[in-house]
């Protein structure tokens, strides 16, 4: 190199300046790239979490509309309950009443007919419930219970062939009168009197009364009310 070319002090503090510019700007440029990525980062998270929150939230619309119709569509109205006794016939006396199917047989101690329920018209008292009844009708169970507000005693038991009787099951009522005095007493047995008739001997096997004819019994036993 050329002495005389050999650049002085002067020279080298004149580019110095220049140097130290071009690498601020260089600087600069890389951080405001930096800020530009970090911003679209950013903002790419924030809309894959929005996009994200407003399918959840479409979602769960349609889940809770389908849901919605499933339940309207699987809804069942309970039929409203019938009385099947509203049009039945009234038994009356001047002590109670109650009602039972029309054409239905009602056997009483004074007036047998083809029916299978006995009863009186009068009211019995309690004192005949403490009388020793010998060979009677066998109980098998008995249940206290509530007849229309009324105190009751239902009992299920048998009677045998003593006294020419025809063995059979039987359900019996005691409805207590509010007077506690008196009470009303009612049967039916598992046979009709025709049906009665066709057996002369013990031999008979003792079976149940009909569901069918005890669940008419009970729809009776539902209508009875004391009315003196």
Request: hydrophobic share 35%.
């Given at each position: 190199?050329?002495?005389?070319?050999?650049?002085?002090?002067?020279?080298?503090?004149?580019?110095?300046?220049?140097?130290?510019?071009?690498?601020?700007?260089?600087?600069?440029?890389?951080?405001i790239a930096k800020f530009i990525a970090v911003i679209i980062a950013v903002l790419i998270v924030i809309t894959s979490i929005t996009t994200i929150f407003m399918v959840s939230n479409l979602k769960s619309k349609i889940d809770q509309k389908s849901q919605?119709?499933?339940?309207?569509?699987?809804?069942?109205?309970?039929?409203?309950?019938?009385?099947?006794?509203?049009?039945?016939?009234?038994?009356?006396?001047?002590?109670?009443?109650?009602?039972?199917?029309?054409n239905?047989?009602?056997?009483k101690w004074k007036e047998e007919?083809?029916?299978?329920?006995?009863?009186?018209?009068?009211?019995?008292?309690?004192s005949i419930l403490e009388e020793p009844k010998g060979d009677g009708p066998v109980s098998n169970s008995d249940?206290?219970?509530?007849v229309n507000s009324y105190k009751a005693k239902k009992?299920?038991?048998?009677?045998?062939?003593?006294?020419?009787?025809?063995?059979q099951s039987f359900i019996e009522y005691q409805i207590f009168h509010p007077d506690g005095k008196r009470f009303f007493l009612i049967?039916?047995?598992?046979?009709?009197?025709?049906?009665?008739?066709?057996?002369?001997?013990?031999?008979?096997?003792?079976?149940?009364?009909?569901?069918?004819?005890?669940?008419?019994?009970?729809q009776i036993i539902s209508t009875f009310k004391f009315t003196n």
């Open positions: 190199m050329d002495p005389q070319n050999k650049p002085t002090l002067s020279d080298l503090d004149k580019l110095l300046p220049i140097a130290h510019v071009e690498h601020k700007e260089v600087f600069n440029a890389g951080n919605l119709k499933l339940v309207k569509k699987t809804t069942i109205t309970s039929p409203t309950p019938v009385d099947e006794t509203a049009n039945w016939r009234i038994y009356k006396t001047n002590d109670f009443e109650f009602k039972y199917p029309n239905y047989p009602l056997l007919t083809l029916g299978q329920i006995s009863f009186s018209d009068e009211l019995a008292s309690l249940e206290n219970l509530n009992i299920k038991g048998y009677i045998g062939a003593i006294g020419g009787m025809v063995p049967t039916m047995y598992e046979l009709t009197v025709k049906e009665e008739e066709k057996f002369t001997g013990p031999e008979r096997p003792i079976s149940s009364v009909p569901a069918n004819d005890e669940k008419i019994f009970q």
